[in-house]
């Protein structure tokens, strides 16, 4: 991955106990260590106060184990898959590599197991006492996910099957084709009592109960105009789900922000936004699409400004 120098980018100072000049109950990271020693566990890589959006840069777990606690209304979380093992795919009818990174990486079955278990512990404590995390994933990681969410008492609410029309062939010939993937929804312990916003999921699903498969096409090139993530997902997905368990205004979170897809969703809906990522091609990656996004939201607002807001979001 190529770096970017941030030397330029505007420091904001934030102070123990902080609020990032929001109301109380917003999320902070204190700057006092009692883990990490002196080192500051982040930065903050891109800020827009209205709407609010905070992208950070640095380690999920050092920073969500700093953060406050009980401030977050929702988590999506797309965690490693731990897929990068030398194999091979097909995209554009080409013959292409899965392996994204060193981030992608399997450490093994414990090692794996153990880390889903640290950054799930570190979710829970920020998360609200009536809030919910949904994490989306491959068969390859989300059995895992599953298990450590019942090992620290996560209430599982469901296990929502994401079917996609057009997926990839299996070049091998010697399985079926993925076509899916599991997002597991899930309240912070077994007393919470999660928002479920029934009546517009049955509106949207033509006056009947919305079942657990949701058919979605894969990211389309209009979301990928500044470049993709290995691992993107449509904004469709992450408006379903910002919709079924927040109302607007809430705070929505993605430990493993990517290319920022669950911020475009949260703007798009009016929600508060705070992503975090430790590569700094994502990080740059996300701010074109957010600025983009907060651009072209305000164009259809306010249509007079609309060319030089989205002039200025280039």
Wanted: net charge positive.
């Amino acid at each position: 991955m190529g770096r970017t120098n941030t030397s330029s980018k505007p420091k904001i100072k934030i102070k123990h106990l902080g609020k990032y000049n929001r109301g109380a109950d917003d999320f902070y990271v204190s700057e006092e260590s009692t883990s990490y020693g002196n080192k500051k566990p982040y930065s903050v890589f891109y800020e827009n106060q209205e709407p609010l959006v905070r992208l950070l840069k640095g380690d999920t777990i050092e920073i969500l184990n700093q953060s406050r606690e009980n401030s977050v209304d929702m988590i999506f979380a797309d965690p490693p898959y731990f897929l990068s093992n030398g194999g091979i795919s097909c995209h554009a009818g080409k013959m292409v590599s899965v392996n994204k990174g060193k981030w992608d990486k399997s450490k093994g079955v414990e090692e794996n197991h153990k880390f889903n278990l640290e950054w799930l512990k570190a979710c829970q404590r920020v998360l609200k006492p009536n809030g919910t995390i949904w994490v989306s994933g491959t068969q390859h990681v989300i059995f895992s996910v599953g298990y450590a969410m019942q090992e620290l008492g996560f209430k599982i609410l469901n296990d929502i099957t994401w079917e996609k029309p057009n997926p990839p062939p299996n070049l091998s010939c010697r399985y079926f084709t993925h076509s899916t993937e599991t997002v597991l929804w899930a309240g912070k312990n077994a007393k919470s009592k999660h928002l479920f916003n029934y009546a517009l999921m049955r509106e949207f699903n033509g006056g009947k109960q919305m079942k657990t498969v949701w058919k979605f096409t894969s990211p389309s090139s209009n979301e990928k105009t500044f470049g993709k993530h290995p691992t993107q997902k449509p904004v469709e997905l992450l408006q379903r789900i910002i919709q079924a368990s927040t109302k607007m205004g809430d705070l929505v979170l993605d430990p493993f922000c990517g290319s920022s897809t669950t911020g475009v969703a949260s703007i798009l809906l009016d929600r508060k936004y705070v992503g975090i990522d430790f590569e700094e091609d994502y990080l740059d990656l996300s701010v074109k699409r957010l600025k983009k996004t907060v651009a072209e939201k305000e164009s259809r607002l306010f249509p007079t400004t609309s060319i030089a807001s989205i002039k200025a979001s280039e």
